[in-house]
T-cell receptor
Framework: DAKTTQPPSMDCAEGRAANLPCNHS???????VYWYRQIHSQGPQYIIH???NNETNEMASLIITEDRKSSTLILPHATLRDTAVYYC???????????????FGKGTKLSVKP | NAGVTQTPKFQVLKTGQSMTLQCAQD?????MSWYRQDPGMGLRLIHY???????DQGEVPNGYNVSRSTTEDFPLRLLSAAPSQTSVYFC???????????????FGPGTRLTVL
């Protein structure tokens, strides 16, 4: 089972910030939070990941709460091309076994509207 | 770099036929994996490999075989196709299996398989 909980769908107006929440209340100290998105019919695309600190790159920002039990992915100025399913995934940061695999849940379907 | 490539893009099989889905990457990545995605569902891990000569099962391995004789290639074999294997298949690779900074997974464009 996926170790994260996300709302099944969200809408956002074009040009506005899209804030996608994720709950990972059972996260362990050595697990990263990853975000991927999947635009219709394409392979998933990496967005961002973090451990404790907030992270920002050219695509998005990731805000992780101090207790690390939840996080928010922020797309600062959503465009129509950001319409996709967004997956929040926790991934273990150590070698050996299957713990490093990405386990996808059902994600959040973000619809950006004009 | 071509990144992660998959062939074929589309395939139709009859029940009982066998086939191999090809996956290749030119980024010298150690870790490669196969997922399937059914309508309205997230991706489910079939098999993965942490390096040449090493493979292991994921969540849904039944009906599929893999091998990893080179770093670049990770083919997925269906020995006797069943309608339940109708799905979209994605291959992915990353530098390693570790969730370290800079170690994101790159996904291929997918193979759409229909088993009649």
């Amino acid at each position: 089972d996926a170790k994260t909980t996300q709302p099944p769908s969200m809408d956002c107006a074009e040009g506005r910030a899209a804030n996608l929440p994720c709950n990972h209340s059972t996260i362990s100290g050595n697990e990263y939070v990853y975000w991927y998105r999947q635009i219709h019919s394409q392979g998933p695309q990496y967005i961002i990941h973090g451990l404790k600190n907030n992270e920002t790159n050219e695509m998005a920002s990731l805000i992780i709460t101090e207790d690390r039990k939840s996080s928010t992915l922020i797309l600062p100025h959503a465009t129509l091309r950001d319409t996709a399913v967004y997956y929040c995934i926790v991934r273990v940061a150590r070698s050996g076994g299957s713990q490093g695999n990405l386990i996808f849940g059902k994600g959040t379907k973000l619809s950006v509207k004009p | 770099n071509a990144g992660v490539t998959q062939t074929p893009k589309f395939q139709v099989l009859k029940t009982g036929q066998s086939m191999t889905l090809q996956c290749a990457q030119d980024m010298n990545h150690e870790y490669m994996s196969w997922y399937r995605q059914d309508p309205g569902m997230g991706l489910r891990l079939i098999h993965y490999s942490v390096g040449a000569g090493i493979t292991d099962q994921g969540e849904v391995p039944n009906g599929y075989n893999v091998s990893r004789s080179t770093t670049e290639d990770f083919p997925l074999r269906l020995l006797s196709a069943a309608p339940s294997q109708t799905s979209v298949y994605f291959c992915a690779s990353s530098y390693s299996a570790l969730a370290a900074h800079g170690n994101e997974q790159f996904f291929g464009p997918g193979t759409r398989l229909t088993v009649l």
